[in-house]
Every structure is written in C-alpha cells, then in structure tokens.
C-alpha cells in the first residue's frame, strides 16, 4: 500500500470543486430581496449552481443573474467568463452593471427593468382552430365528443374510409393530415 504524501485539509470540497463559490451562508434555499422596485425572489441554489459553472438547460431569472453577475464582478471574474456560466449576453451585463463597482440594489432595478421590456416568458400557443365540417377531420371531432354526425361530415368520413379500404392508408387523402 502506497503511503500518503499529501496533508489532509479538513472542510474543503474535494477534486474539482476545490474552487466552489458559496452564494450564502444561509441554510434557506429562497430568499426575498428588498429592492427600490419591490420583492424580488432569489433562488440561492440556481444561483449558486450558475456561478460554479453547473447551469445545463435551465435559465436564471434576471434578478438571479444579476446577483450572480454581482457575486462573480466581486471576486474579479471577466465579463465574457460571466457571460458564458450565466447566460446573459456581455451587453446585457454592461447595461446592468456600468461600472464593476455599481451598487446591487441599482443593477436589480435596472434588470427588473430591462427584463419587463423584453419578455422572454413564453406564451403558450392558443388552440387550433376547429375543422370545418365537410371534413374527415370534423367526422372524428363529432365521433370523439359522442355527438351527432352532420351529412357533411358523414360523406367525408364515407369517402375516406373509401379511400382507406382502396389504399390501405389515409395518407393522401384530400382533407386528412399525415
């Protein structure tokens, strides 16, 4: 068995999180900040995870990247590296943070601002439009919902269920989408 050389250091993470950036000493996962504008909701943990270069697939709100940007400016990280562990564009940061020394509280208005102007919530899309009758479409909209089938929509339904006896597929039918 080989024998040590290294000295154990008690209470820092090991291997590639010798580095790791805490975001709070607080045991509490949320926090409400007052700001000038209002509340704003802090996720420390989505922060936290950001700031350490964790951030695959999800997005921080704008208060939490610019508590974030605050955080990584503090400690004399680069712009651009800020850019690429938070997802805001260098631009963006610029315009939250002027100086590297602008008070938080001025950033988060700023954001909160900036973020109102430019929404990037995704609206869900509204519903299609229901089929007109007269198509096979409309046959099964009335067959689904247990409701009377109308002569329009019946000789549709007639006519593709034609079509699928002679071809073995609706695909190609006029009125049918593949």
Known sequence: MKPRNR???????LGRRRNWISVSPLA???VWMATPDGLICLDLIAVELAVNGLRKGWKLTSAEAAYATDLLLQRGVERLTISKLLGPDYR?????FPKDDTPLGEALSRAQVSAEANPTVHK???RK????CGTYAAAM???KRKEPMDEP???AKRAADAFYRKH???????????
């Open 7 to 13: 000295e154990r250091q008690y209470g820092s993470p």
């Open 168 to 178: 073995g597929t609706y695909v190609g039918f006029p009125g049918v989408a593949a």
């Open 153 to 155: 929509c019946r000789q």
């Open 129 to 132: 439009p229901l089929a007109c």
């Open 141 to 143: 909209r009335h067959q």
């Open 28 to 30: 509490v996962p949320t």
């Open 92 to 96: 963006t940061l610029r315009s939250w």
């Open 124 to 126: 869900r899309p509204g």
